[in-house]
């Protein structure tokens, strides 16, 4: 798949990204002897996971999944802005041996360094991997998805492996610029804009829940401002505007 993308000249990356890439495909492969035998890769989670996240059932139940599962599995949640990406891979964050790995800022030598340095990690987490600043990381990701290993280039030119078999759960806003190599590696979960029914309870329950606002307040700017919108962020952005003053509330949710 990977060597038909880049003979096909269908990779994203440039230039010297993609010769990295046909040099670690040239490097020496490693022995299936030297891998771990059953890698048995199945993570404990809390059992309030997820719990934060008002509805998305199905995202959820793939994401456990995921995390049950006994060998490496990924999942790219894509989704509109405010879909609940980030969200998501805030709470996978509270699991054991997981890493969030933001995009671009993993170490300025990239996602392979980040494995060597952190061993303890089980679950790599990527936020914004469609962004620009994530483009160096993708082809490293590669090999680390199908079988974690990991490269590192040593100061003689030579390449030092080590295998880290992670799961790797990923957030974009779309998947257009994205190496069809690495999205063939994931489980790909869309997730949904919110029907206006939906934004109200969801609005409902953060504006409750996280923002402190008083049950009634929340209710108003939910049931007001999920007829025009369905942004969470703008319910919060209402909210504190409003400093609790219904009336002031109530006019904002029915402009902003
Ligand atoms: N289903 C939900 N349950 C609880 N909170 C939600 C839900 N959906 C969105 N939110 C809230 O909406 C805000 C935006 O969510 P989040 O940051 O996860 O969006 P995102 O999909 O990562 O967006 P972006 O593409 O802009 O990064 C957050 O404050 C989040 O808590
Ligand atoms: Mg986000």
Known sequence: MLEAALAAGDWAGDEREREEVIEFLDSEPVAAESLPAKPGLAIAYPDDLFDIIAGL?????????????????H????????????????ELERVRGALMAI????????VNDFL????ECRILLVDEIDKPSARRDLNALLPIMEGGLVTQ???DGRFRTVTRRVKVFAAANSIRRLPA????????????????SESREVMGRVLEAREGVEPKLAAT?????????????R???????ANGDPELARALAARV
């Open 153 to 155: 280039l040593q100061g």
């Open 116 to 119: 060597f340095d952190h061993p």
């Open 181 to 196: 190599p690495l999205l063939d590696r994931f489980v790909v979960v869309r997730l949904k804009s919110y029907s206006p």
């Open 103 to 110: 995009a671009g800022n993993t170490t300025r030598a990239g």
């Open 221 to 233: 700017i939910a049931r007001t401002l999920s007829r025009r919108t369905s942004s969470i962020r």
């Open 57 to 73: 059932q199905g995202p959820k139940r793939v994401c456990r999944l995921a995390l049950e599962a006994p060998e490496q599995a």
């Open 75 to 90: 999942v790219l949640l894509v989704g509109d802005p405010g879909s609940a990406k980030s969200l998501f891979l805030l």
């Open 235 to 241: 319910a919060v952005q209402v909210a504190r505007l």
